[in-house]
């Protein structure tokens, strides 16, 4: 596999573990993914060891995590996915939001999850 793989999964790893820190840390999810992205970004600045094209990377894709009906990135795309499996895999017991489940169907088709 070639180097630029291996930093997109940590990019896609770290956007995941990030993309709902402005619910967690306020415990609000309105516009949640908005001002998610917003605290991530002085986050990961702060740390001094990503470019500013991987900090644009990650945040944007944490910024359009919520945007179920839209289609973006590639990059977006794997972390709005990933959302929607976690909503809808976590609790079978809980219905399917309205707004994920035309994207969970194609995930279940997809991963043949039928």
């Known amino acids: 596999m070639n180097q630029g793989f291996f930093i997109y999964h940590e990019l896609a790893t770290i956007a995941g573990m990030l993309h709902d820190i402005y619910s967690y840390s306020t415990m609000d999810t309105k516009d949640h993914a ?3 992205a ?7 600045y702060s740390l001094q060891i990503f470019t500013d ?4 990377t990650i945040c944007n894709a944490i910024y359009n ?3 179920k009906g839209s289609k973006h990135s590639p990059f977006d795309e794997v972390l709005i996915d990933a ?8 609790n079978p017991l809980f219905n399917v939001a309205e707004h994920e489940k035309q994207r969970y169907e194609a995930l279940k088709s997809e991963f043949g999850l039928m």
Request: hydrophobic share 40%; aromatic share 4%; glycine share 4%.
């Open 65 to 67: 995590h919520s945007s």
């Open 34 to 36: 908005h001002k998610g």
């Open 83 to 90: 959302d929607v499996l976690q909503h809808c895999l976590y």
């Open 38 to 44: 917003a605290m991530a970004s002085e986050i990961l």
């Open 53 to 56: 094209d991987e900090i644009v």
